[in-house]
């Protein structure tokens, strides 16, 4: 069974800093995303990996995805109010009914000014 | 342009009422389809998945059920609502490897 893991699962962070949120899953995927959710609302997609290897960033977000680690970092970069939300990653796996998605518990970010 | 609408958007209901949720997507064609239930503060737990018209996948047994009468048509129901069945219910849809997109969510309190 595939179990995806998130750390930490609170971060309260002044406004300016750096910090990284880590993503561990159990089998072998090679298809990791990342999700922002803003409270009281709907999951957005932020970025996509899809190989080992692979880096994604938009603005002060960048993604990456070592798939020999089963690991994915969101490393967030001169943290701003803005981007206080909840992060989900979550790992794609074949199924005998197709492609499933295990999401892990989420982290949830705080900016402080 | 790819869409999905859930409705309703809030439903307050009692305890043993039924309950239909309804999910559709338009401008993609045999998307598969996911609902999932969020508590508060919580993660996203898997409920119901369909890669195609009558092909259902059930994650966690419990009192809902889940329909796909139409290609882009999920439908999420229950007999008899339970106060455990309160929270945050999220359609999804995806195609290939993309990402899921979500709904904007239905928020169901049970009184």
């Known amino acids: 069974e595939l179990k995806v893991e998130q750390n930490p699962l609170f971060l309260s962070m002044q406004e300016g800093k750096n910090y990284t949120i880590y993503c561990n899953y159990s089998t072998t995927s090679d298809r990791l995303y990342w999700y922002r959710q803003d409270p009281g609302k709907s999951l957005e997609s932020l970025f996509v990996l899809l190989s080992n290897g692979a880096v994604k960033q938009e603005g002060r977000l960048m993604a990456s995805l070592d798939t020999k680690a089963r690991l994915s970092t969101l490393h967030i970069t001169a943290a701003v109010h803005d981007l206080s939300a909840t992060y989900f990653c979550a790992v794609a796996t074949l199924t005998t009914y197709g492609q499933n998605f295990v999401f892990g518990p989420g982290t949830r970010l705080s900016v402080l000014p | 342009s790819q869409t999905i609408h859930q409705w309703p958007a809030t439903l307050v209901q009692p305890v043993g009422s039924p309950l239909s949720l309804e999910c559709t997507v338009e401008g993609t064609s045999n998307p598969n389809l996911y609902w999932y239930r969020q508590a508060a503060g919580r993660g996203l737990q898997l409920l119901f998945y369909s890669v195609g018209i009558g092909q259902i996948s059930s994650e966690v047994p419990q009192n809902l059920s889940a329909s796909r009468p139409q290609d882009r048509q999920f439908i999420l129901s229950s007999k008899k609502l339970l106060l455990s069945d309160s929270g945050f219910y999220l359609c999804?849809?995806?195609?290939?490897?993309?990402?899921?997109?979500f709904g904007d969510g239905t928020r169901l309190s049970i009184l």
């Open positions: 999804a849809w995806s195609v290939g490897g993309q990402p899921q997109h």
